[in-house]
């Protein structure tokens, strides 16, 4: 009777078991990731640098200008 269990772990029975255990983990990690962005943006605050780089992109800016700033932030 053991030997019908022992096959079983390692046959069809088994090969779902992990299949169902690595959706499971995958699915944990997909929705950590999605909830730090999720508070990145509802907390809606910029870094300093990210509005240099804003400032930047609008041609506020010189390149020179930024890459003092983004030294200093640094």
Do not use: C
């Not at 046959?11 to 690595?22: A, D, Q, Y």
Request: without cysteine; aromatic residues 14%.
């Amino acid at each position: 009777m053991m030997d019908d269990w022992d096959h079983m772990s390692w046959g069809l029975g088994g090969l779902f078991m992990w299949l169902i255990f690595l959706v499971l983990i995958g699915f944990v990690i997909y929705f950590v990731v999605r909830g730090e962005k999720w508070i990145k943006r509802s907390n809606g605050e910029e870094t300093p640098l990210d509005i240099l780089k804003k400032r930047y992109a609008r041609g506020e800016i010189t390149k020179q200008d930024y890459e003092r700033m983004k030294k200093d932030l640094e």
